[in-house]
């Protein structure tokens, strides 16, 4: 399923953004979606996942309570409502589908998801 995701920016210290990732083609409730981040030099590492079916919340610790992810299926949308944004936030964000039903040990492995948008920079700073 392509994936389009927007909302990146330039904010300061404290401030806030809501990324969104527009899905086209496919069913998007049947996959389960998911937020990872990326600096230069590192690794691609675990934001947030929304599970299908259940509909299970996960969030990386560095974000627990500053991140929001939500869905909205009737808008085939992801979102990442992200506040008190810190200069570490600072990345490119990528969000990511997967046709199955992730499992609490699995949605943080970047390779259990089968499609990737094209990713947003985020950039915090004063």
């Known amino acids: 399923v392509p994936l389009q995701a927007s909302g990146g920016g330039l904010v300061q210290p404290g401030g806030s953004l809501r990324l969104s990732c527009a899905a086209s083609?496919?069913?998007?409730?049947?996959?389960?979606m998911a937020w990872f981040r990326q600096t230069p030099g590192k690794e691609r590492e675990f934001v947030a996942a929304?599970?299908?079916?259940?509909?299970?919340?996960y969030h990386a610790d560095s974000v627990k309570g500053r991140f929001t992810i939500s869905r909205d299926n009737a808008k085939n949308t992801l979102y990442l409502q992200m506040t008190s944004l810190k200069p570490e936030d600072t990345a490119v964000y990528f969000c990511?589908?997967?046709?199955?039903?992730?499992?609490?040990?699995?949605?943080?492995?970047?390779?259990?998801?089968?499609?990737w948008g094209q990713g947003t920079q985020v950039t915090v700073s004063s």
């Open positions: 083609g496919g069913t998007f409730s049947a996959y389960s």
């Open positions: 929304y599970t299908r079916n259940r509909g299970i919340r």
């Open positions: 990511a589908a997967s046709p199955l039903g992730l499992i609490t040990s699995e949605v943080r492995r970047e390779n259990n998801y089968d499609y």
